[in-house]
């Protein structure tokens, strides 16, 4: 399954932010396998925050395998490295 994160907004902020766009992507998700590898697309992503990606990055890693791409975004990229470094997040 592919999540294009853009729908959500290109400027990704805040932690309230990012627990409700999980609780959207939670309701789609309901019939996933939980083997499943969850593609997240970051195309179109002008500003991530770690507060936004730990409510939603991290608790998808905790159940499925994630994969990441378009990830040029340095925004992006330090985000992803700071969660990795702080939270163990293992993505893809």
Known sequence: MK????KFGDILVSRPAG????L???SHLRD???KE???VD?????????SWADEVITKLAENYSVNV????NPSVRE???TLSEYSGLRVK
């Open 3 to 6: 999540i294009e994160l853009v």
């Open 19 to 22: 627990r409700e766009a999980f």
């Open 24 to 26: 959207v992507m939670s």
């Open 32 to 34: 996933v396998d939980k």
């Open 37 to 39: 590898t969850i593609v």
């Open 42 to 50: 970051f195309s179109g992503i002008k500003v991530l925050t770690p």
């Open 69 to 72: 791409e378009n990830t040029g």
């Open 79 to 81: 985000t992803l490295k």
